[in-house]
């Protein structure tokens, strides 16, 4: 189920009581205290623009906490434009205004075991008391912290739990991870902090516009250095191709589902090539000096393709589409291109004449 569009459906009320909260998709991680309207509201976050995405805190009825926060899809940041223009409105290259709700329920479900910390988030339905209309989005429990990381150093951050978050920005290739977005608490040992990642709407772009990614972390101390024996073991069990069934169930485009996939195979790779992740955040960002050029991944990506005769390849919606073979044969090609570039000296593909950006 595609998130709603939001071409009819008005915003909720400025302060509104929740009359039904319903989970549009379950799975084994959704367990533990429910939140429903018999025990919470939802209020309009006051400092939240009338032109920003539309950020509603829920609370506790009872004793006015506040227990998570609530993101319709209908009020995505630039939803007006895309109502004006009746097409998909794009906001960062290869982001489509209306899947952030999806996007930030498959974070959650990819942060298996939850080894990075996402915050609970359903993919939920709610009906506005005020007016009676159905409002579609993510619904994210909230995260007790002390600040966010744009308060704090890194250098006090636990190291595994740093390496744990960058893996994940890097498997959901992220365009948006920045201080404001990671959270900050208590850590384990005295005076260590932990990051608690949000605010996945922007990532999993597709697969063909691979410009913007960003992560905050990748000059820090902690990016440089050999990851431990548990995140490597955690790094080799992950299957993407079994993720795929699970992501086509909450609405992720396929063009989305694959930069996951590929995202992940390299990840893998350059793991088993003991590449660090500072390195690996290197090669699928950019040069900021020089932003026309493409990064390692993306080269490497666009080269894949070339091999495949993948470019004008187009998805439907149908499950089959995964299993056949010119699909089959593009994700050999980069098993193969992404092998051999992991254990390259320079890190750096080799050209060999192919387009330098998709065709299609």
């Known amino acids: 189920m595609h998130a709603d569009d939001g071409s009819s459906t008005p915003r909720l009320?400025?302060?509104s009581l929740a009359r039904d909260i319903k989970l549009i998709q379950e799975s084994p991680r959704d367990k533990g205290q429910r939140l429903t309207s018999d025990t919470v509201e939802l209020v309009r976050d006051p400092l939240s623009p009338p032109t920003a995405q539309g950020t509603y805190f829920v609370k506790n009825r009872k004793t006015g906490k506040q227990v998570g926060v609530?993101?319709?899809?209908?009020?995505?940041?630039a939803m007006q434009i895309r109502r004006k223009m009746s097409i998909h409105a794009v906001i960062k290259r290869g982001i489509v205004v209306g899947d952030a709700?999806?996007?930030e329920r498959a974070a959650f479900l990819l942060d298996f075991d939850g080894f990075a910390g996402v915050p609970k988030?359903?993919?939920?339905?709610?009906?506005d008391q005020g007016?009676?209309?159905?409002h579609y989005g993510s619904l994210q429990e909230f995260a007790e912290h002390m600040c966010t990381s744009e308060d704090l150093g890194p250098s006090k951050y636990d190291l595994e739990n740093v390496h744990a978050v960058s893996l994940l920005d890097l498997r959901l290739f992220n365009l948006d991870r920045h201080v404001g977005n990671l959270l900050v608490s208590r850590g384990d040992r005295p005076d260590t902090y932990r990051l608690i990642p949000i605010d996945h709407g922007f990532s999993l772009p597709s697969f063909r516009t691979l410009s913007d990614a960003m992560f905050c972390w990748s000059d820090?101390?902690?990016?440089?250095?050999?990851?431990?024996?548990?995140?490597?073991?955690?790094?080799?069990?992950?299957n993407p191709v079994e993720d795929i069934v699970a992501l086509k169930r909450i609405g992720l485009r396929d063009e989305c589902i694959m930069t996951y996939v590929l995202c992940t195979l390299f990840v893998q790779h350059c793991t088993r090539a003991g590449r660090t992740l500072y390195e690996m955040a290197g090669a699928m960002q950019r040069d900021l000096t020089d932003d026309e050029s493409m990064s390692v991944f993306e080269t490497l990506v666009c080269k894949s393709s070339y091999d495949a005769e993948f470019d004008d390849f187009k998805f439907d919606d149908q499950a089959c589409t995964w299993t056949c073979d010119r699909v089959q044969r593009f994700l050999d090609a980069f098993d193969r291109n992404a092998r051999a570039l992991s254990g390259s000296a320079s890190f750096r593909p080799e050209p060999d004449g192919f387009p330098a950006k998709f065709t299609s």
């Open 101 to 103: 709700a999806a996007k």
């Open 121 to 127: 988030t359903d993919f939920v339905s709610v009906v």
């Open 220 to 238: 820090w101390r902690q990016a440089k250095m050999p990851l431990s024996a548990r995140t490597l073991a955690y790094i080799m069990k992950l």
């Open 13 to 15: 009320s400025t302060a």
């Open 131 to 134: 007016s009676g209309a159905e």
């Open 70 to 77: 609530f993101k319709p899809a209908a009020e995505e940041a």
